[in-house]
């Protein structure tokens, strides 16, 4: 009995320091936490100091002046186009220029046209060079164009004639023989040479740039075969 006594005296002497090692724990780990809770509630109180961030310096190169971005057009017809004419089209390659710089031009209805975005950085007026200003000579009286036997039809009211006329043209692209009684050079150098006045016209240095011009044409097997030419 006096041995069992004994063993249960120790084993109660032991469980009691255990027990007050784990409440002086619970104790150190309470004060802990409330240390920290006073802590943030101190730093929420505290105003917050906002430093300015200090100068950025790049280490990269200046921006190139050269690489700047311009947006144009190096790809435009007028009326000196045999397709651009038969379409109704009338503008000359100063309308062209002038529709560029933001400026305003009529449509062959009647109305105005102008560009929405503003004026174009550059611009190139590139009618074709095959036939460069026939249709117009065709389509003014007196001249000798006007007087080829189906140059009227290519302005008929009756499609069938403007398509059969206007195939005379392109089997004269896909096979590259020229109309014998559309080739008179002149017609084609005065075209040419309002293109290129045009162009030295409407050129202002610093502001707006022209270029001279023309679209080569070819339909080699009926592939189409078209380049423009600055």
Excluded at 3 to 13: D, E, N, T, W, Y
Excluded at 14 to 24: E, I, L, M, T, Y
Excluded at 126 to 137: F, K, M, Q, S
């Amino acid at each position: 009995m006096t041995g069992s006594f004994r063993l249960s005296r120790k084993a109660q002497s032991s469980g009691a320091k255990g027990a007050r090692k784990f409440g002086s724990g619970v104790l150190v780990i309470a004060v802990a936490v409330a240390a920290c809770a006073q802590s943030e509630r101190h730093s929420a109180d505290m105003p917050q100091v906002m430093r300015p961030a200090g100068e950025v310096v790049s280490d990269g190169e200046a921006p190139n002046p050269l690489r700047n971005a311009y947006f144009g057009d190096l790809h435009l017809h007028t009326r000196n186009s045999y397709d651009a004419y038969l379409f109704n089209v009338r503008a000359s390659p100063d309308d062209a220029y002038t529709y560029a710089k933001g400026g305003t031009i009529r449509h062959p209805l009647g109305y105005d046209l102008r560009l929405k975005s503003g004026a174009l950085d550059f611009l190139a007026v590139t009618d074709h060079a095959e036939y460069l200003g026939v249709l117009r000579a065709i389509d003014t009286p007196g001249t000798e164009y006007s007087k080829v036997p189906y140059a009227r039809s290519l302005f008929s009211s009756d499609r069938s004639e403007v398509f059969d006329a206007f195939g005379r043209f392109v089997t004269s692209l896909r096979t590259g023989i020229v109309l014998p009684e559309l080739s008179d050079p002149s017609a084609t150098g005065s075209a040419w040479q309002q293109t290129i006045d045009s162009a030295r016209r409407n050129y202002e240095p610093g502001k707006f740039t022209t270029f001279v011009g023309y679209e080569f044409t070819s339909l080699p097997g009926t592939r189409n075969l078209h380049r423009n030419v600055i």
